[in-house]
């Protein structure tokens, strides 16, 4: 099945700074979502991103779905972006269940 | 915003016992899914359901797990005789039919989890 691997897996900022987290995966994809599981668990739903550039508020993201790899910035980071930021594919191939990656660890401190 | 509503958001159960969790997805929604999150792990496919039937399911939804939609707005997983490992945070999911030709497949909407302990 199709591979997703994200970089980094932890990342310590303080507040304020800018970050950039990273997606690659390893086939076509159909759907490509970004989401923050918060400390309490739940996934929020930042982007869906199959392709192109989207942004909302501090967050932004970019696929190129021909290169393989989706990019997810936040800027001006604030105590309350620290989680869990997960990447999930749909493969091309007709598949209905999302793939996830492993995840980036962001700690932001005060 | 509608919402995926999952309950419990807590389920605390003895091992070997059966366990239904259940959801309300996106009322014009027509997929439905479930994942699962070992604590510290990645999410996981478990299965999705379109019309009424299984449409994938993945290797860990084996014969101990079931799904159904009992009437038109809920959505159960149950999980027969539990094991220790079952342990987890359950995930529902639904989204809108996809799109176009080819297919565009639409975002896929979480609801907050149900985290099952089994002891």
């Known amino acids: 099945g199709i591979q997703v691997e994200q970089s980094p897996p932890d990342l310590i900022l303080q507040e304020g700074a800018n970050s950039t987290l990273r997606c690659n995966f390893s086939?076509?994809?159909?759907?490509l979502q970004w989401f923050h599981q918060n400390p309490w668990g739940q996934l929020i739903n930042l982007f869906y991103?199959?392709?192109g550039t989207k942004q909302n508020g501090r967050l932004s993201a970019t696929t190129v779905a021909t290169e393989r790899y989706s990019l997810l910035y936040i800027s001006s980071s604030q105590t309350t972006d620290s989680g869990v930021y997960f990447c999930?594919?749909?493969?091309?191939?007709?598949?209905?269940?999302?793939?996830f990656g492993k995840g980036t660890h962001l700690i932001i401190q005060p | 915003e509608p919402e995926v509503t999952q309950t419990p958001s807590h389920q605390v159960t003895q091992m070997g016992q059966e366990v239904i969790l259940r959801c309300v997805p996106i009322?014009?929604?027509?997929?439905f899914y479930w994942y699962r999150q070992i604590l510290g792990q990645k999410v996981e496919f478990l299965v999705s359901?379109?019309?009424?039937?299984?449409?994938?399911k993945s290797e860990i939804f084996d014969d101990q797990f079931s799904v159904e939609r009992p009437d038109g707005s809920n959505f159960t997983l149950k999980i027969r005789s539990t094991k220790l490992e079952d342990s987890a945070m359950y995930f529902c999911?639904?989204?809108?039919?996809?799109?176009?030709?080819?297919?565009?497949?639409?975002?896929?909407?979480f609801g907050d989890g149900t985290r099952l302990s089994i002891l």
């Open positions: 999911a639904s989204s809108e039919l996809g799109q176009g030709v080819p297919i565009v497949n639409q975002p896929q909407h």
């Open positions: 086939d076509s994809v159909n759907n």
């Open positions: 991103i199959p392709s």
């Open positions: 999930a594919v749909l493969s091309g191939g007709g598949a209905d269940g999302l793939t």
């Open positions: 009322s014009n929604h027509l997929y």
């Open positions: 359901f379109y019309n009424n039937e299984i449409s994938e």
